[in-house]
């Protein structure tokens, strides 16, 4: 079916080159794709066969559900799940034979409790203070150490990784992320000389695989990297995934006695050529750009006039021959989402996972 709206186009093959980009910073240590969120917004299916096809062994995804659906989808690889999955649904972490993180002595005794065995990955809370086993200071790792010892006990329970998260390793003047990998490493050193092991240790995510090479342990977990949004400076060739166009519905023109969309916060100085394009806050399109952003068709950039409504938006088209059914970019390889970004004060998750299953995902080699 012709696309009637709007569209992402998913260049698999810079999804590609980002993964063999942050390969080659890691050496011979395994990257784990984070894929959750439906690959932030990409089709973590298509995503995850592409990168499986060309040697990735290790996904995370955040709950039963998306892990699921990656195994229904054909994924062999190593499937870790980042959340809780409720007691309801153990069966099906080894019906999979997925690997579920550990937060707790007590969510382990939940797992102990069943007749079937389990895959576990533990996570350390370092300084994030979301989730995981309490490890902000010195004084608790030998609670933790302890606490660990006792889950490795379960018979039922095959311990075979632990993983802290860094909570700024994004930025440069902080040096957080290195008071987060010396605790993490003393309890590492621990669980090592109580004989608990070995075990499969991961902590650096985009930015510390990017900025931190001491931080690599035996596996890096990348997502926004992996994308194309690389959340610090680095000198690897990451290309962006994701392109979004949309298609122009109306052409009209407009007079100085006019308003335009909702509110009418938008007056014509002059005589004005507007076209309307088919996206909106529905299709992801934040309606706080409203006259704030601009789109891009053949190198011209297309200023966003009046409020952004549910599946429109305006834009300002003098002096260009732009036609109904013309397709406009939102964002992509030529409109920079960095430029977005800066006017919502947000990140690129935001804007990636926010764009709807109205906007039709092609994905293109």
């Not at 998913?10 to 942050?22: F, G, P, R, S, T």
């Not at 609670?143 to 311990?159: C, D, H, P, S």
């Not at 632990?162 to 003047?173: K, R």
């Not at 690389?230 to 995934?241: D, E, G, I, K, M």
Request: aromatic share 10%; with cysteine.
């Amino acid at each position: 079916m012709e696309v009637d709206r709007s569209y992402a186009l998913i260049h698999l093959d810079n999804v590609l080159n980002n993964y063999l980009e942050l390969k080659k910073l890691v050496g011979d240590r395994d990257v784990m794709a984070v894929v959750k969120a439906d690959a932030y917004g990409h089709g973590s299916i298509p995503i995850s066969r592409h990168l499986e096809a060309n040697g990735c062994k290790y996904f995370a995804v955040a709950s039963i559900e998306e892990a699921i659906e990656l195994r229904e989808g054909g994924i062999k690889g190593e499937i870790l799940i980042f959340g809780r999955t409720s007691p309801e649904n153990f069966k099906y972490l080894s019906r999979y034979d997925l690997i579920q993180t550990v937060y707790s002595e007590e969510y382990a005794g939940l797992l102990a409790e069943s007749s079937l065995e389990f895959r576990i990955h533990l996570n350390i809370d370092t300084g994030m203070s979301r989730f995981g086993f309490y490890l902000h200071k010195h004084e608790d790792l030998f609670k933790v150490a302890n606490t660990i010892e006792r889950i490795n006990g379960f018979e039922n329970l095959n311990l075979e990784g632990i993983y802290t998260h860094f909570a700024d390793s994004d930025d440069p003047s902080s040096d957080f992320c290195a008071t987060q990998f010396s605790i993490f490493s003393e309890l590492l050193d621990e669980l090592k000389r109580r004989g608990i092991g070995p075990l499969l240790k991961h902590a650096a995510n985009s930015a510390a695989t990017l900025a931190y090479p001491n931080t690599y342990l035996d596996m890096v977990r990348v997502g926004i990297a992996m994308y194309g949004y690389p959340p610090r400076h680095t000198s690897a060739n990451l290309l962006p995934v994701m392109e979004v166009f949309s298609k122009v519905s109306s052409v009209r023109l407009v007079t100085e006695s006019d308003t335009v969309s909702y509110g009418r916060t938008y007056h014509p100085n002059h005589k004005e050529k507007i076209a309307t394009v088919a996206i909106g806050y529905a299709d992801g399109y934040n309606r706080l750009l409203s006259n704030d952003d601009y789109l891009m068709w053949k190198n011209h950039k297309l200023p966003v006039i009046g409020r952004v409504c549910m599946d429109a938006i305006m834009i300002k088209i003098d002096g260009l021959n732009i036609r109904d059914g013309d397709f406009v970019e939102v964002f992509g390889l030529t409109k920079k989402m960095e430029s977005m970004c800066e006017k919502l004060r947000t990140i690129p998750y935001e804007i990636l996972c926010a764009v709807s299953k109205r906007v039709k995902r092609i994905y293109e080699k």
